[in-house]
């Protein structure tokens, strides 16, 4: 989980609506209404960008660095722009520049769009000026990293306008289907896009599937989560009504709806409203950005959709030479004819 208080961070906060945003699901269980403005810092922990980025350039440049860059004469600097090729929502500035940065401090980056800004095709992201050797070194990893989050972000944006649309209450999570070494990351980029983290981990909170259920029932497990961990949430995966009704009875803090239909979820919703206020109702599994809106009008608080991180397709951008050595074009300008990227 990322936040504003990670030593050394550089992280953005941005005001968003309360059903879009959050750190985290146990958020939803503070009772504050919907449409509420919350801060939501869009950044990764700074430690993780770190990381992600080391092994992305060692990957990229061992064992010999970059033998193509390394024709053009040190002296050369050029100003490049970073521009988009499509409609999309930008995530991913943090690992971006520190891909820059870890390549050659000298480069400078002046961004042009902050993370969760909607940008349109020809819209310049950024401007990065320093010696053209470096840049080139830097710019597959910068632009790997920068198309991928910002891919999450505009699909999680998608999701998000798409169920806020049926009931504004409903929130949008992610899940831990992220790819590995990358969770941090793409889960920042989640919220860029106005999105929901679930857990980060296996340890920040209880999530009883069925195959837990395999070693003892719903009521057992509730109870010794309890009593091990107070104050965590617990959250219950049910198939069917009869489950539901066990879990909320049980003490579950959560109870999510696994695989089922808009129709049998309003059911579901109606037993915990009844018998357990202020359980949360999560939907999971084959949530499409088309049957989104159903779940949400079913009346459900949160709906976890895992191709957030697993299947976002990358947002087109492109790194352009510019004519002179430090222009400034307008954020929403069309950029100079594309030299290649």
Request: proline content about 8%; overall charge negative; aromatic content about 2%.
């Amino acid at each position: 989980m990322s936040g504003p208080d990670v030593p050394g961070g550089r992280g953005e906060r941005r005001p968003v609506t309360e059903n879009g945003s959050g750190e985290g699901v146990d958020e939803g269980m503070t009772g504050r209404s919907a449409g509420a403005v919350s801060w939501v810092d869009v950044d990764p922990p700074r430690p993780a960008v770190l990381d992600v980025v080391a092994r992305a350039l060692a990957e990229d440049l061992l064992p010999m660095g970059d033998l193509t860059a390394g024709l053009v004469p040190p002296d050369v600097n050029r100003a490049v722009a970073v521009v988009s090729r499509a409609e999309g929502v930008v995530a991913g500035r943090a690992c971006a520049e520190e891909v820059f940065a870890q390549v050659d401090p000298t480069v400078a980056v002046d961004w042009r769009l902050p993370d969760g800004e909607p940008v349109a095709p020809g819209a310049v992201v950024a401007v990065v000026e320093g010696p053209l050797r470096s840049i080139l070194t830097a710019e597959r990893t910068a632009l790997n990293l920068l198309c991928h989050l910002s891919g999450i972000a505009t699909l999680t944006r998608r999701y998000v306008d798409a169920v806020t649309a049926a009931n504004p209450s409903t929130r949008v999570l992610d899940t831990r289907k992220t790819l590995p070494g990358l969770r941090s990351v793409q889960k920042a980029a989640v919220r860029a896009g106005g999105g929901t983290n679930h857990r980060g981990s296996l340890s920040e909170a209880v999530l009883v599937k069925d195959n837990h259920l395999g070693g003892l029932t719903i009521a057992e497990a509730v109870a010794v989560a309890a009593r091990r961990w107070p104050g965590r949430m617990i959250e219950v995966e049910c198939d069917t009504a009869d489950q539901v009704v066990e879990a909320v009875a049980a003490g579950a803090t959560v109870v999510m709806l696994d695989n089922m239909s808009p129709e049998d979820a309003a059911r579901c919703v109606g037993l915990v409203r009844r018998d357990g206020p202020g359980v949360l109702v999560e939907v999971s599994g084959g949530v499409t950005l088309e049957r989104a809106p159903a779940y949400a009008a079913a009346g459900v608080d949160l709906v976890s959709v895992g191709a957030l991180t697993h299947s976002a397709p990358s947002l087109d951008l492109g790194l352009d030479l510019m004519d002179g050595p430090r222009p400034g074009p307008d954020p929403q300008s069309t950029a100079p004819d594309r030299q290649g990227s």
